[in-house]
């Protein structure tokens, strides 16, 4: 983590990008003394643990989308892409660690480095003017391997508002039933919302025979994307989760559907404002009749894009007082009551925010133990 006097030379070191009144500067997330940015960097090399970030340093604080580049790449970020993240307001930061990851000891390395990364941005958000509570996590080919734990975890000192990732997951090894670690182990009915771009292209419905265009042989096959949005559409998340294939044959950077992605996120305002309209005394009712609406109108809500958080924090706070009303005394229990008790099994119809997520960093760390192969941009 940076020092207070490499921090503050850091940020004079920051200079105007092509975007006026943005910055952008490089900075280490971990150690001390200059950066050396020539790469490639490998397994235990110091001078690897740096990021570039390019931030608004006045006005409210800024989301934050953190990048992960493809095996091979760097962290510059091309200015379209870097207007795509501008556009949907959001400060931009690409980390490095291990340049090529070829093994499982590579791949644990950068998951660790990704949470020094994760500290550095809750200890310099003030400087930098970021909002911790509202991170997308993100990641290209190799970017994606390394940042799929975190992009699940919980901490208490940031929230992961969604998932933004281009040619995802691109291999079969980190499938595997057989690990319990595997890639959709870490999928739940808790998980943030997710937005997958694909450079090639599988034929729709995109199934299991997939072969992708225009290159048969290109690894990063849009049917794994597909695999983790079969899984949210099983846990009734079907709305928080997309895929997008074809990009080589379009005209849109890797980053072109963020702003989008980052429209139709949660929206704890608009779900306020509909919660209003279908239950109405909410605030002066009991937690009972409020929990007892939120249940009935759930496609509602739905549609309005509440998230389980808001709709349990609202129901929470209702003041009236009432028979039932002790068993929902807690924010877990009137959760349990809204979107788990039902007349038959327990189900979830709205996204829930990533603090509800129970996992902690790294309780599935090992889950690409059995990933060996370097992967391509």
């Given at each position: 983590?940076?020092?207070?006097?490499?921090?503050?030379?850091?940020?004079?070191?920051?200079?105007?990008?092509?975007?006026?009144?943005?910055?952008?500067?490089?900075?280490?997330?971990?150690?001390?003394?200059?950066?050396?940015?020539?790469?490639?960097?490998?397994?235990?090399?110091?001078?690897?643990?740096?990021?570039?970030?390019?931030?608004?340093?006045?006005?409210?604080?800024?989301?934050?989308?953190?990048?992960?580049?493809?095996?091979?790449?760097?962290?510059?970020?091309?200015?379209?892409?870097?207007?795509?993240?501008?556009?949907?307001?959001?400060?931009?930061?690409?980390?490095?660690?291990?340049?090529?990851?070829?093994?499982?000891?590579?791949?644990?390395?950068?998951?660790?480095?990704?949470?020094?990364?994760?500290?550095w941005i809750v200890a310099n958000a003030d400087a930098y003017n970021l909002d911790t509570s509202n991170i997308i996590m993100g990641g290209r080919s190799r970017g994606s391997v390394?940042?799929?734990?975190?992009?699940?975890?919980?901490?208490?000192?940031?929230?992961?508002?969604?998932?933004?990732?281009?040619?995802?997951?691109?291999?079969?090894?980190?499938?595997?039933?057989?690990?319990?670690?595997?890639?959709?182990?870490?999928?739940?009915?808790?998980?943030?919302?997710?937005?997958?771009?694909?450079?090639?292209?599988?034929?729709?419905?995109?199934?299991?025979?997939?072969?992708?265009?225009?290159?048969?042989?290109?690894?990063?096959?849009?049917?794994?994307?597909?695999r983790v949005v079969n899984k949210y559409t099983e846990l009734g998340l079907s709305k928080w989760a997309t895929l997008k294939d074809g990009l080589d044959k379009k005209t849109l950077?890797?980053?072109?559907?963020?702003?989008?992605?980052?429209?139709?996120?949660?929206?704890?305002?608009?779900?306020?404002?509909?919660?209003?309209?279908?239950?109405?005394?909410?605030?002066?009712?009991?937690?009972?009749?409020?929990?007892?609406?939120?249940?009935?109108?759930?496609?509602?809500?739905?549609?309005?894009?509440?998230?389980?958080?808001?709709?349990?924090?609202?129901?929470?706070?209702?003041?009236?007082?009432?028979?039932?009303?002790?068993?929902?005394?807690?924010?877990?229990?009137?959760?349990?009551?809204?979107?788990?008790?039902?007349?038959?099994?327990?189900?979830?119809?709205?996204?829930?925010?990533?603090?509800?997520?129970?996992?902690?960093?790294?309780?599935?760390?090992?889950?690409?133990?059995?990933?060996?192969?370097?992967?391509?941009?």
């Open positions: 983590m940076l020092s207070a006097l490499v921090l503050l030379t850091a940020l004079a070191s920051a200079r105007a990008s092509n975007f006026p009144g943005w910055n952008q500067t490089f900075a280490r997330y971990n150690g001390t003394g200059p950066l050396d940015r020539t790469g490639p960097f490998l397994l235990n090399d110091p001078n690897r643990q740096f990021l570039w970030i390019q931030y608004k340093p006045d006005g409210p604080k800024r989301g934050v989308y953190v990048h992960a580049h493809g095996n091979g790449g760097g962290v510059s970020v091309t200015q379209p892409d870097q207007q795509s993240v501008i556009d949907a307001g959001y400060a931009l930061i690409s980390w490095e660690s291990i340049t090529a990851i070829k093994d499982s000891e590579d791949t644990l390395q950068c998951q660790a480095d990704h949470e020094l990364v994760m500290k390394i940042s799929w734990p975190l992009a699940y975890s919980k901490d208490e000192s940031y929230t992961i508002r969604g998932i933004y990732m281009y040619n995802a997951l691109p291999s079969e090894d980190i499938f595997n039933v057989s690990n319990p670690d595997n890639v959709l182990s870490y999928v739940t009915s808790e998980s943030p919302p997710l937005f997958f771009v694909y450079g090639p292209e599988c034929p729709k419905p995109i199934t299991e025979s997939c072969v992708p265009s225009p290159n048969a042989a290109d690894i990063h096959n849009p049917k794994f994307g597909q950077n890797i980053f072109g559907y963020f702003p989008s992605f980052v429209d139709n996120l949660p929206n704890a305002l608009e779900c306020t404002a509909e919660f209003e309209s279908v239950c109405p005394d909410y605030k002066t009712g009991t937690k009972m009749e409020c929990g007892q609406c939120a249940r009935s109108e759930k496609k509602a809500l739905f549609d309005a894009r509440c998230d389980v958080s808001t709709v349990t924090s609202l129901c929470s706070s209702a003041t009236g007082t009432g028979a039932g009303d002790a068993q929902l005394n807690t924010e877990d229990a009137m959760r349990s009551f809204i979107f788990e008790e039902t007349d038959d099994k327990p189900q979830r119809t709205l996204p829930p925010t990533s603090d509800a997520v129970s996992a902690s960093h790294f309780s599935k760390i090992a889950i690409f133990v059995a990933f060996v192969g370097a992967l391509m941009l």
